[in-house]
T-cell receptor
C-alpha cells in the first residue's frame, strides 16, 4: 500500500522564522511529488518535483526531492502570518492512471 | 474566469437520504476526481474519471456513486449505504489522467448528516 508521511503534524512559529516541513513516502512506482497549500478550503498547488536534487523555488518557498532517501522538504523563509495554512504533500505513484496519495498535512501557524 | 465550482458550500441531510454534490469545471480538463477529507486526515480518493463516460473507483468508493456524462461535470452521490458520510468533499481536475500535471481543486462542500 502506498504511504505518504508528513512531519511535524503541526508547528507554531513567529513571523520571520524559517521552517522546514518534511514528507517521506513509500510507493510502488514513483512518478512525481506535489506540494499544496490549504488555507481554508481549496488546496492550491505549490510545486511538482520529479527529479532528485533539483530545487524548485517560488519567492520565499522552496522544495527539493531526494529520490534515493524517499523524501522531500518544503522550506519557507521569513515566514509571514499569511503562510499560516495546512501544507499537503502528495505522491503520484504512476500505477497506470494518475492517482495522488496524500499525507495528513502539516498545520503551520505563524504568530506575529 | 476558469476554475472549478462546487455546490452547495454546506449541505445538511438526515440519515438514510441520498445526496448529490455538484462539481463543474471550465478548464477543458479531461480528468476529474473526488476526494474526502476528515479532520486531521489527508485527502482520500473516492472516484476518478479520466475521460467522459468512464470512471474508476478510488480507495474509498463504497457508499458513493458518480457519473461523467459531460466533460465539464462530475457529480458525486453520497448514498445511504455510506456509513459515515459527514466530511469535507473536494473535487479536482487535471489536464489529463496520465499524470505529470497538477490537480486543481474546487472550494469544497461540507456535508453534515444527522
Amino acid at each position: 500500500e502506498d504511504k505518504v508521511v508528513q512531519s511535524p503534524l503541526s508547528l507554531v512559529v513567529h513571523e520571520g522564522d524559517t521552517v522546514t516541513l518534511n514528507c517521506s513516502y513509500e510507493v510502488t512506482n514513483f512518478r512525481s511529488l506535489l506540494w499544496y497549500k490549504q488555507e481554508k478550503k481549496a488546496p492550491t498547488f505549490l510545486f511538482m518535483l520529479t527529479s532528485s536534487g533539483i530545487e524548485k523555488k517560488s519567492g520565499r518557498l522552496s522544495s527539493i526531492l531526494d529520490k534515493k532517501e524517499l523524501f522531500s522538504i518544503l522550506n519557507i523563509t521569513a515566514t509571514q502570518t499569511g503562510d499560516s495554512a495546512v501544507y499537503l504533500c502528495a505522491v503520484d505513484s504512476g500505477a497506470g492512471s494518475y492517482q495522488l496519495t496524500f499525507g495528513k498535512g502539516t498545520k503551520l501557524s505563524v504568530i506575529p | 474566469d476558469g476554475g472549478i465550482t462546487q455546490s452547495p458550500k454546506y449541505l445538511f441531510r438526515k440519515e438514510g437520504q441520498n445526496v448529490t454534490l455538484s462539481c463543474e469545471q471550465n478548464l477543458n480538463h479531461d480528468a476529474m476526481y473526488w476526494y474526502r477529507q476528515d479532520p486531521g486526515q489527508g485527502l482520500r480518493l473516492i472516484y476518478y474519471s479520466q475521460i467522459v463516460n468512464d470512471f474508476q473507483k478510488g480507495d474509498i468508493a463504497e457508499g458513493y456513486s458518480v457519473s461523467r456524462e459531460k466533460k465539464e461535470s462530475f457529480p458525486l452521490t453520497v448514498t445511504s449505504a455510506q456509513k459515515n458520510p459527514t466530511a469535507f468533499y473536494l473535487c479536482a481536475s487535471s489536464i489529463a489522467g496520465t499524470g505529470g500535471y497538477e490537480q486543481y481543486f474546487g472550494p469544497g462542500t461540507r456535508l453534515t448528516v444527522t
